[in-house]
């Protein structure tokens, strides 16, 4: 079979700033070739590790021992306090009466980047520690915390010379301790994802989406009814860390345990969160219809009436629940814990589950989750495209494949194309919601080619190939040839790649490869290709 004149995927991934890197292969070679991608906000994937991560570069650490493992002090200063590593650790003790003292943190920055900082703190004997900006960065600061906690925070340099502060509040002699400080710059926009959510590579491409709810995992932030208890940072959340809740209900409940969110207005929604079982073994998300999520088992037991529900494994016994729901009037909705299936929690122990990443969105699909800390928080769309590449594309001939699967059944047209303008291009798209693939060739206007084929489910990935020549064009779907056509003209002068087309009909959907041939294969070749 030939080479690919351009590749994506297939095991073979690399990601720069605002790059997806394609190629192709000449010989034994391997040529790089750009994809500009266009996203100006954070995006979250599962990575190879089946974790939840925000997709971020990180440059090299910024912060001498921000471990503690050596005497090195050099990043760090104090101020109405004193300070000394005990067990790898900082120990910040006041020695004023003025109610606080802190560690100054310094790092050399370069004005308008990012830069991300994390620190662990303890509270110690203290009041509470938290992290505050000083000078030369713009940083949300967190309020005096108590118990044990982590900082993540992303601040933007308005000077080369930056600092915070790991403060302690307290009364002289109160100490706090702070840990694994670091500080690195971070580019975040515009990066592609590359998804692992179902165990091989794939790229993410999702529509603009907003998380409605202000405090994606600080549950004490939402209406708490029927004496339930928040823990929160008790165990390890899907994306690693020990920050999920354990939700647990106290002795005397008369009714189901619940956290309520706002009343959301008229529209179609989706509304997910991160559960894992404790003692109590079902989540209910409740509506305007319910659903019974078993988290022992992984299933959905019972699915009320009017909305559709469906539940995701994320290992470690952790499953993302969601349920998505037209709805005409305002309603509430709330998630409850169930001791069994259309069984409400109302017995008088203290039962337990977890909980984590909540999210509430307007569509009719759950999108990877958005973190929020405080406002809601929006990640626009994804798009794709390369320009310039008509040395790729051979206008007279070749074949446009793509390994893809719809992230829903939801209806509209989404498109990946070879495209000249709006009168000559080849596409590859989803058609309609009845789990459709079309394939679309246009010549100065005219349909040389139009087909279409159901796939079953189009949630499933399908391998689709289609064959332009002049008068002569084909469709293979999964190792099939399903359409054919022996009249027609190629569109003429195609020298860009998109997955953005047609006046807002972006692609939305999963990409394990992609590739462009400048000759028509054969039909064993194309049988051999979509297989």
Same mark, same amino acid.
């Given at each position: 079979?030939?080479?690919?004149?351009?590749?994506?995927?297939? &095991?073979?991934?690399?990601?720069?700033?605002?790059?997806?890197?394609?190629?192709?292969?000449? &010989?034994?070679?391997?040529?790089?070739?750009?994809?500009?991608?266009?996203?100006?906000?954070?995006?979250?994937?599962?990575?190879?590790?089946?974790?939840?991560?925000?997709?971020?570069?990180?440059?090299?650490?910024?912060?001498?021992?921000?471990?503690?493992?050596?005497?090195?002090?050099?990043?760090?200063?104090?101020?109405?306090?004193?300070?000394?590593?005990?067990?790898?650790?900082?120990?910040?003790?006041?020695? /004023?009466?003025?109610?606080?003292?802190?560690?100054?943190?310094?790092?050399?920055?370069?004005?308008?980047?990012?830069?991300?900082?994390?620190?662990?703190?303890?509270?110690?004997?203290?009041?509470? !520690?938290?992290?505050?900006?000083?000078?030369?960065?713009?940083?949300?600061?967190?309020?005096?915390?108590?118990?044990?906690?982590?900082?993540?925070?992303?601040?933007?340099?308005?000077?080369?010379?930056?600092?915070?502060?790991?403060?302690?509040?307290?009364?002289?002699?109160?100490?706090?301790?702070?840990?694994?400080?670091?500080?690195?710059?971070?580019?975040?926009?515009?990066?592609?994802?590359?998804?692992?959510? @179902?165990?091989?590579?794939?790229?993410?491409?999702?529509?603009?989406?907003?998380?409605?709810?202000?405090?994606?995992? =600080?549950?004490?932030?939402?209406?708490?009814?029927?004496?339930?208890?928040?823990?929160?940072?008790?165990?390890?959340?899907?994306?690693?860390?020990?920050?999920?809740?354990?939700?647990?209900? /106290?002795?005397?409940?008369?009714?189901?345990?619940?956290?309520?969110?706002?009343?959301?207005?008229?529209?179609?929604?989706?509304?997910?969160?991160?559960?894992?079982?404790?003692?109590?073994?079902?989540?209910?998300?409740?509506?305007?219809?319910?659903?019974?999520?078993?988290?022992?088992?992984?299933?959905?037991?019972?699915?009320?009436?009017?909305?559709?529900?469906?539940?995701?494994?994320?290992?470690?016994?952790?499953?993302?629940?969601?349920?998505?729901?037209?709805?005409?009037?305002?309603? /509430?909705?709330?998630?409850?814990?169930? =001791?069994?299936?259309?069984?409400?929690?109302?017995? @008088?122990?203290?039962?337990?589950?977890?909980?984590?990443?909540?999210?509430?969105?307007?569509?009719?699909?759950?999108?990877?989750?958005?973190?929020?800390?405080?406002?809601?928080?929006?990640?626009?769309?994804?798009?794709?495209?390369?320009?310039?590449?008509? @040395?790729?594309?051979?206008?007279?001939?070749?074949?446009?494949?793509?390994?893809?699967?719809?992230?829903?059944?939801?209806?509209?047209?989404?498109?990946?194309?070879?495209?000249?303008?709006?009168?000559?291009?080849?596409?590859?798209?989803?058609?309609?919601?009845?789990?459709?693939?079309?394939?679309?060739?246009?010549?100065?206007?005219?349909?040389?080619?139009?087909?279409?084929?159901?796939?079953?489910?189009?949630?499933?990935?399908?391998?689709?190939?289609?064959?332009?020549?002049?008068?002569?064009?084909?469709?293979?779907?999964?190792?099939?040839?399903?359409?054919?056509?022996?009249?027609?003209?190629?569109?003429?002068?195609?020298?860009?790649?998109?997955?953005?087309?047609?006046?807002?009909?972006?692609?939305?959907?999963?990409?394990?490869?992609?590739?462009?041939?400048?000759?028509?294969?054969?039909?064993?070749?194309?049988? !051999?290709?979509?297989?």
């Amino acid at each position: 079979m030939a080479n690919a004149s351009l590749q994506i995927g297939n &095991g073979n991934w690399a990601i720069k700033e605002n790059d997806l890197l394609g190629y192709s292969k000449s &010989g034994t070679r391997f040529l790089p070739i750009p994809i500009t991608m266009t996203r100006a906000t954070l995006g979250s994937r599962v990575n190879p590790s089946g974790l939840v991560e925000n997709v971020e570069l990180l440059g090299s650490e910024l912060i001498t021992n921000g471990d503690f493992s050596s005497s090195d002090l050099s990043s760090f200063t104090v101020i109405f306090a004193t300070q000394e590593i005990v067990s790898q650790e900082l120990k910040t003790t006041l020695n /004023t009466s003025n109610g606080y003292g802190f560690t100054r943190v310094f790092f050399t920055a370069e004005i308008g980047k990012s830069y991300r900082i994390l620190v662990d703190a303890k509270q110690g004997t203290s009041d509470g !520690t938290q992290i505050k900006t000083q000078s030369g960065l713009t940083l949300t600061q967190s309020s005096s915390t108590t118990g044990d906690w982590s900082f993540y925070g992303i601040g933007v340099a308005t000077s080369t010379s930056c600092e915070f502060r790991l403060q302690v509040n307290g009364s002289d002699g109160d100490f706090g301790f702070f840990d694994n400080v670091s500080v690195k710059e971070v580019t975040r926009d515009g990066l592609a994802r590359v998804d692992y959510t @179902d165990g091989t590579a794939s790229l993410l491409v999702e529509p603009q989406r907003t998380n409605l709810f202000t405090y994606s995992e =600080d549950f004490s932030q939402f209406p708490i009814s029927n004496r339930l208890v928040i823990t929160p940072n008790n165990i390890t959340s899907p994306d690693g860390t020990i920050n999920a809740s354990k939700m647990q209900q /106290t002795d005397g409940v008369t009714t189901a345990p619940n956290i309520a969110f706002s009343n959301v207005s008229a529209g179609a929604y989706t509304v997910s969160a991160f559960a894992k079982k404790g003692t109590r073994s079902f989540l209910v998300i409740s509506f305007n219809g319910t659903s019974y999520f078993d988290l022992q088992n992984g299933t959905i037991t019972t699915t009320g009436t009017g909305h559709t529900a469906s539940i995701e494994n994320f290992g470690n016994d952790w499953y993302r629940c969601s349920i998505v729901k037209t709805i005409s009037t305002t309603q /509430t909705a709330a998630f409850y814990f169930a =001791d069994t299936n259309n069984t409400l929690t109302t017995s @008088d122990d203290e039962g337990y589950m977890y909980l984590y990443g909540t999210q509430l969105e307007v569509g009719s699909y759950p999108t990877s989750y958005i973190k929020t800390q405080g406002s809601t928080v929006t990640r626009n769309k994804d798009q794709y495209t390369k320009t310039g590449i008509s @040395d790729k594309i051979n206008s007279e001939e070749g074949v446009l494949f793509v390994e893809m699967a719809a992230l829903s059944n939801s209806g509209n047209f989404r498109y990946i194309s070879l495209i000249n303008d709006a009168n000559n291009f080849i596409q590859i798209y989803f058609k309609d919601s009845n789990n459709f693939i079309a394939a679309l060739v246009k010549s100065s206007g005219v349909t040389s080619f139009f087909a279409n084929h159901n796939v079953g489910t189009a949630t499933n990935y399908s391998k689709i190939a289609i064959k332009f020549k002049q008068d002569d064009f084909a469709l293979w779907v999964n190792g099939v040839e399903v359409a054919t056509d022996t009249s027609g003209n190629v569109p003429s002068s195609l020298s860009q790649l998109a997955l953005d087309f047609n006046g807002g009909n972006n692609f939305e959907g999963k990409v394990r490869q992609l590739q462009v041939f400048k000759t028509a294969l054969s039909d064993s070749e194309l049988a !051999t290709l979509t297989t």
